[in-house]
């Protein structure tokens, strides 16, 4: 049986949930973990997940807000693979392997697919590394924020002119650059809209 969990915590910027913003709980979390020792995983809204793995069965309790939210038991699978065992996650919902599982709101643990979860695109990631460079060069020089115009007055004494300019100009490259992306990702939200709504 497969199904679709619902939606997640947050919505990315495309609406859907993305990975990022889940709780998860990763193949790697269980790395040294041995035989029947307890482990616990914290998440930056403040909840915790307590886990016990035996004999390829992982038994975890989420506790958030004082509160035993969820006791659940996973699957692990060994998977061979070039002559080595290698131990996956299985999904409860589809029985398939993953090296990553996330909770949902509802506190359901599944995989991304089943959650409807998507990564951040390559757009978004390069969205946020222009930004990010123009915000780093305008806090070093102590500039107008981000996406304001940056004036001859604003340039710090230490600087030459013509030097300046050229970080003046790198700042709103990468900010038009950002910027575009940002634009071409409204007309394809308005697009998307439009075609759900003929
Ligand atoms: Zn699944």
């Known amino acids: ?27 790697k979390n269980l790395k040294h973990l041995k035989n029947e020792t ?6 930056p809204d403040q909840s ?3 886990a016990v793995l035996r004999r390829d069965r992982l038994f975890l309790i989420l506790i958030a807000e004082g509160k035993i939210k969820i006791k659940t038991v ?39 697919f089943c959650h409807g979860l998507s990564y951040r695109t390559q757009k978004q990631i390069r969205q946020d590394r222009l ?4 915000e780093k060069l305008r806090l070093k020089y102590n500039l107008p924020p ?3 115009t940056i004036h001859d007055k604003d340039k710090p004494d230490e600087i030459f002119k013509g030097r300046f300019k050229t970080i003046q100009d790198k700042i709103y490259q990468w900010e038009s650059e950002s910027h575009k992306i940002f634009m071409n990702w ?12 003929v």
């Open 48 to 50: 915790t997940l307590k």
């Open 131 to 134: 930004i990010w460079n123009a």
């Open 74 to 112: 996973l699957n692990l699978i060994n998977f061979e693979y070039l002559g080595r065992s290698r131990k996956y996650l299985l999904c409860p919902n589809c029985k398939k392997k993953f090296n990553s599982l996330y909770f949902n709101d509802k506190n359901i643990i599944a995989c991304r």
């Open 146 to 148: 981000i996406f304001n």
């Open 186 to 197: 409204v007309k394809d939200a308005v697009e998307l809209d439009f075609k759900k709504s």
């Open 1 to 27: 049986m497969k199904r679709r969990l619902g939606a997640g915590r947050r919505p990315s910027k495309t609406g859907k949930p993305v990975v990022e913003h889940q709780r998860a709980i990763h193949i």
């Open 38 to 43: 307890a482990f616990s995983i914290s998440y």
